[in-house]
Nanobody, 129 residues
Framework: QVQLVESGGGLVQAGGSLRLSCAAS????????MGWFRQAPGKEREFVAA????????YYADSVKGRFTISRDNAKNTVYLQMNSLKPEDTAVYYC??????????????????????WGQGTQVTVSS
């Protein structure tokens, strides 16, 4: 079992920055690929970013590429999402997710919510215009 706890959300003006953190416990963190997803009111949960176990491979949604950066610190059992140049359309609840596997594959791609086995409770990000 893995427990994931997100933090770092809040209210920020457009153009501002936030850094989300996701602390993991209960399993070998370094053995898990990790992802960030978000869900806005009335919309489906969508992929934001993902990172493999070592951090060597990262993946981004087109809507955040160049603005968001995912990283991880295996010594601290934490994955981060640095969000810059925030836009009102980034407003959503952001969720951290963990995969039992270390890396992604064609059958379990980083962008699919079904790839992930564990989810955090989410943290609200609100970007005002």
């Amino acid at each position: 079992q893995v427990q994931l706890v997100e933090s770092g959300g809040g209210l920020v003006q457009a153009g501002g920055s936030l850094r989300l953190s996701c602390a993991a416990s209960g399993r070998t963190f370094s053995g898990s690929a990790m992802g960030w997803f978000r869900q806005a009111p009335g919309k489906e949960r969508e992929f934001v970013a993902a990172i493999n176990w070592s951090g060597a491979r990262t993946y981004y949604a087109d809507s955040v590429k160049g603005r968001f950066t995912i990283s991880r610190d295996n010594a601290k059992n934490t994955v981060y999402l640095q969000m810059n140049s925030l836009k009102p359309e980034d407003t959503a609840v952001y969720y951290c997710a963990a995969d039992r596997d270390r890396d992604y594959s064609g059958s379990y791609p980083p962008r699919s919510p079904r790839t992930y086995d564990y989810w955090g409770q989410g943290t609200q990000v609100t970007v005002s215009s």
